[in-house]
């Protein structure tokens, strides 16, 4: 037993309420704990199944884009295409929040209008065709469905690491911490126990002695 009390420690009665106090706070905040760390696993495991949908999601739309595009290039020519491209290239603007899940801070992204319609794209429409329209709208589609797949991915990875370290806080508690509480606060009572019966043995051989000698 020796081994797995906490070192130090003084076998007296005001010890013995403050470590049971310990083991109690201990027990308490381990259950709270397994409560957190069962919630964030179910909270986890629904949001990875948005991101497998979402993936799903932006490989469908990029090989509809690229498929329109390269058809779009086989009737008006790759250096045309390219040219097009880079009349109607813009900046995208992306606001960054926090939202707040069960103590974990996760983002929020948000941006402006990406998909455009046919007369906003900055180019003209004769030497063009409709696969290229069709290209342009479904990138740029493709592109709102990255930026959500990417706030949905950040997620998964802020809860799959507070799963972890919340996993790691319950085994310190539950195979470490509180064991050590129980095992000094039960060697502290077995202490004091035996202290009283030698307390107890001594006064009976005092009190036996003085009546031998009245």
């Known amino acids: 037993m020796a081994t797995d009390i906490i070192e130090g420690v003084k076998p007296t009665r005001m010890e013995l309420l403050k470590l049971s106090h310990r083991e109690s706070l201990a ?48 009737l008006i020519g790759t250096r045309t295409v390219g040219e097009i491209s880079g009349a109607c290239s813009r900046e995208i603007k992306v606001e960054f929040a926090i939202k707040n899940i069960m103590g974990v801070k996760v983002p929020i992204l948000s941006m402006e209008k990406i998909v455009r319609k046919l007369n906003e794209r900055g180019y003209g429409l004769v030497n063009t065709n409709s696969k290229l329209d069709e290209a342009a709208r479904n ?6 469905l990255i930026i959500k797949l990417a706030e949905i991915e950040e997620t998964v990875k802020k809860l799959a690491q507070e799963v972890e370290k919340t996993k790691r806080r319950v085994n310190a508690l539950e195979y470490i911490i509180v064991p050590r509480l129980r095992a000094t606060v039960k060697y502290i009572r077995m202490r004091l126990e035996e202290m009283e019966r030698e307390s107890f043995i001594r006064l009976k051989h005092i009190k036996a002695t003085l009546e031998s000698r009245g």
Do not use: M, N, P, W
Not at 139 to 144: K, V
């Open 139 to 144: 990138f740029e589609e493709a592109l709102e």
């Open 27 to 74: 027990d308490k905040g381990r259950k709270l704990l397994k409560e957190k760390r069962d919630a964030l696993i179910a909270e986890f495991l629904e949001v990875v199944k948005d991101v497998r949908s979402a993936r799903k999601d932006v490989e469908s739309k990029l090989r509809t884009a690229y498929h329109d595009l390269f058809i779009a290039q086989a």
